[in-house]
T-cell receptor, first 115, second 111 residues
Framework: AQSVTQPDIHITVSEGASLELRCNYSYGATPYLFWYVQSPGQGLQLLLKYFSGDTLVQGIKGFEAEFKRSQSSFNLRKPSVHWSDAAEYFCAVASMKTSYDKVIFGPGTSLSVIP | DTGVSQDPRHKITKRGQNVTFRCDPISEHNRLYWYRQTLGQGPEFLTYFQNEAQLEKSRLLSDRFSAERPKGSFSTLEIQRTEQGDSAMYLC?????????FGPGTRLTVL
């Protein structure tokens, strides 16, 4: 069965510091991978996605993620965190082999940013 | 294009009452999804529509839950005889292919 794990429930970083959020997935084939961000009272916003091709994916707000097939990982990175990045981050996986895009989400990592 | 909208944004109800939520997808999107998100968890898939056809329902969707998309546009999610365990954020998303666009959600509190 497909599953997504995010080992870090909560992370605190200083503003301006670099960030890496970890994500591991379990899936029988190459999945489609996503990172979403959810701010309090807001809907989920897609940061970036990987379908195929270059394993280093650039997203919005200065985020990037790297797909590593050998490690079944899709970690999210940002070189310099801003206070506005404080939010909940969800890694997700989907299979496009079916006729629809059922998305399986990880449990999320809560990011706090301190001045 | 105003994005995916959901109504109401918040709903407080007493245990045993019925509630209905509405989702208006992005107009050209033929795929519509419902998810449930409890505190501290990621969203969990509930059901999926392609146009007006409901093609899959999760085991999370008990007999008390019913979803419709009668004309292939907006969708409703009804919960009958609500229980305290139904308290959650109910998210709707729509897509054509690939990226799903999410609405702001309806937060349900069952007292």
């Amino acid at each position: 069965a497909q599953s997504v794990t995010q080992p870090d429930i909560h992370i605190t970083v200083s503003e301006g510091a670099s960030l890496e959020l970890r994500c591991n997935y379990s899936y029988g084939a190459t999945p489609y991978l996503f990172w979403y961000v959810q701010s309090p009272g807001q809907g989920l916003q897609l940061l970036l996605k990987y379908f195929s091709g270059d394993t280093l994916v650039q997203g919005i707000k200065g985020f990037e993620a790297e797909f590593k097939r050998s490690q079944s990982s899709f970690n999210l990175r940002k070189p310099s965190v801003h206070w506005s990045d404080a939010a909940e981050y969800f890694c997700a996986v989907a299979s496009m082999k079916t006729s629809y895009d059922k998305v399986i989400f990880g449990p999320g990592t809560s990011l706090s940013v301190i001045p | 294009d105003t994005g995916v909208s959901q109504d109401p944004r918040h709903k407080i109800t007493k245990r045993g009452q019925n509630v209905t939520f509405r989702c208006d997808p992005i107009s050209e999107h033929n795929r519509l999804y419902w998810y449930r998100q409890t505190l501290g968890q990621g969203p969990e898939f509930l059901t999926y529509f392609q146009n007006e056809a409901q093609l899959e329902k999760s085991r999370l969707l008990s007999d008390r839950f019913s979803a419709e998309r009668p004309k292939g546009s907006f969708s409703t999610l009804e919960i009958q005889r609500t229980e305290q365990g139904d308290s959650a954020m109910y998210l709707c998303a729509s897509s054509t292919e690939g990226e799903q666009f999410f609405g702001p959600g309806t937060r349900l509190t069952v007292l």
